[in-house]
């Protein structure tokens, strides 16, 4: 039997397509490193980096935001369990999965006795679990859309998004 763990890293979590825009003018969709990244004008190298810095902005200003099932949901088809592999000459920080998966099982209304009963399947935990992380990132992509809002420039100072993540207060 496969941990909660594995099981969980092996999905492809989702966000809105209402934020695709944000998503394609602050990350590379296949990668871009170095120079590359610099040419494009991007912030993240990677699509799934935005999707965690989304996630840990939603989960650290407490911004849970569901998607509406009316809303359509798109994925950058890219399994958890390869966000942050080791490629390109930098350090692995494939730790951040475990650190995303202990936060949604804090955050998560789970009942774990029932799923050790066998009351509820793991899948369906797996999905609960997905739900509460496309939920943290919906709001954190939401808080990156309202300062784009107030302010496009907003993105051009190089501490803004630390600074977004560590000083800005809801």
Do not use: C
């Amino acid at each position: 039997m496969e941990s909660l763990f594995d099981k969980w890293k092996t999905r492809i979590p989702k966000y809105s397509l209402n934020h695709k825009d944000l998503f394609k003018s602050l990350s590379e969709k296949y990668g871009a490193e170095g120079e590359k990244k610099t040419n494009l004008g991007k912030h993240y190298s990677s699509n799934y980096e935005l999707y965690i810095y989304a996630f840990f902005l939603g989960l650290y200003q407490d911004e849970f935001s569901p998607i509406e099932k009316e809303e359509k949901k798109i994925d950058f088809s890219y399994h958890i369990q390869g966000w942050g592999s080791k490629t390109s000459g930098r350090n692995s920080f494939t730790n951040l999965q475990k650190y995303i998966f202990m936060a949604l099982l804090a955050k998560t209304d789970l009942d774990i006795i029932a799923l050790e009963k066998g009351e509820i399947s793991e899948d369906e935990v797996v999905k609960d679990l997905i739900t509460t992380m496309e939920s943290y990132t919906n709001g954190g992509l939401n808080l990156i859309r309202d300062k784009i809002n107030d302010n496009s420039d907003h993105f051009l100072n190089p501490t803004s998004f630390l600074n977004m993540i560590l000083f800005d207060n809801k």
